[in-house]
């Protein structure tokens, strides 16, 4: 079997084939569309392993696809139009052929729709018409990238059915970030598109952005258990808390005459750091010492998993998760008035069988990873009880981006 096939197969993807829900999509799709002559499509879901708010100076992070995922069953048409219905969501229609802006639909699906067409069609690339149903096992407000994923769903249905299969995954990522960025009005990095387009675990260095460097990293850690924990507070109120990490850190790189810490090689930051202490803030300084280091360790984590270092990878989470708490500073706002992150990473130690843990993504309220010995079978148990059942989420390593399914 071909590395291709093998790659899209549902076993690959899947293990055991979900057959209800292939099902269920395929009833979803005749009611809606009149036809059971279907494509499917699978985009996942994404975790930060190490690389905490480096992205947006230029640095470099360890990211990887996961097993969750946006599944799809698309249809052919020929009048330009694409409709996607949502399991549990209203019919979105949009013309491929005018994909236009609007104030209106900022924050919604057709948004992210129209602004990855968007993206291709300025792109120079084809785009045209489809149906869709779609379902999905990517946990909202987990920091696993539930937009993200939809956004590649679409980015790859387009790219197989107009364009070949040609698109390489930082061209659809872009398309992805493109269209939040645009069209749903959030601002992000490249990161979480990245991650989903790409499968696996990836090295990837942000340096120069438009062309981003991906190193490959293979997983040998099938010991341990991978979850994420949504710790609860709300997002709403700490847009000034996350602008603030970029923006301190370019002061910071200011100081050296650069526009990003990336600009800055690691010997002239270590020779020269001192003069800054009295030219920014302390935060401000601690969370640039937070990028240079957190940079050394993604490097460090990928040497780990290429060497099967299962105890240097582990110490090197554990100190990434310690470098946000202290230096990035990203675990506690007051604008928030919560301490769930800092009490979740607190607790979860104490846990036997909990080899590491740190916060997961952007931080001051959300979600935390969390590495388990898979031999310790209370885990799943204590960390249910500690956060709700519904608030814990276990994931494996998933090699795939968004595909098409193979199904023979």
Request: with cysteine; hydrophobic share 40%; proline share 2%.
């Amino acid at each position: 079997m071909s590395q291709n096939i093998c790659k899209n197969s549902i076993e690959s993807v899947y293990g055991a084939c979900p057959q209800e829900r292939f099902a269920a999509l395929r009833k979803m799709h005749r009611e809606h569309f009149n036809t059971e002559d279907v494509t499917f499509y699978s985009s996942p879901g994404r975790i930060e392993i190490v690389g905490n708010h480096t992205d947006h100076n230029g640095g470099k992070v360890l990211c990887a696809a996961v097993n969750c995922d946006t599944l799809a069953s698309v249809s052919e048409r020929y009048d330009g139009m694409i409709e996607v219905k949502s399991y549990g969501y209203p019919m979105l229609r949009v013309d491929s052929a005018a994909p236009v802006f609007s104030v209106s639909e900022i924050g919604t699906s057709a948004a992210l729709i129209k602004g990855v067409v968007d993206y291709f069609t300025r792109s120079g690339k084809k785009v045209g018409g489809f149906s869709a149903c779609m379902t999905s096992t990517v946990p909202k407000a987990a920091g696993v990238s539930s937009s993200s994923s939809f956004e590649l769903a679409i980015a790859e249905i387009l790219n197989v059915m107009y364009n070949d299969s040609k698109l390489d995954a930082i061209f659809k990522a872009k398309a992805a970030q493109y269209a939040e960025n645009t069209f749903f009005g959030k601002p992000c990095g490249l990161m979480d598109q990245s991650a989903i387009a790409l499968g696996g675990v990836n090295l990837i260095d942000f340096k120069d952005f438009e062309n981003p460097i991906v190193e490959r990293a293979h997983w040998a850690f099938d010991d341990l258990d991978i979850f994420v924990i949504a710790t609860g507070g709300d997002h709403s109120n700490l847009t000034d808390d996350y602008a603030a990490i970029p923006q301190e850190m370019k002061e910071v790189a200011a100081c050296f005459g650069a526009r990003l810490l990336t600009e800055i090689p690691r010997d002239k930051w270590e020779r020269d750091k001192r003069n800054v202490r009295d030219k920014v803030s302390e935060r401000a300084y601690l969370r640039a010492e937070h990028f240079f280091e957190e940079n050394a360790r993604v490097e460090e984590a990928v040497g780990a998993i290429d060497a099967h270092d299962e105890d240097k990878f582990v110490d090197i989470v554990n100190a990434s998760g310690l470098s946000s708490r202290y230096k990035l500073q990203n675990t506690y706002s007051p604008a928030g008035g919560n301490h769930n992150l800092e009490n979740a990473l607190d607790r979860v130690v104490r846990i036997e069988g909990v080899v590491a843990s740190r916060v997961h993504g952007g931080g001051f309220a959300g979600t935390i990873l969390v590495l388990a010995k898979k031999c310790c079978t209370g885990v799943d148990d204590a960390l249910a009880l500690m956060f709700g059942e519904e608030n814990v989420f276990k994931f494996n390593i998933r090699e795939s981006g968004a595909i098409k399914l193979n199904l023979e």
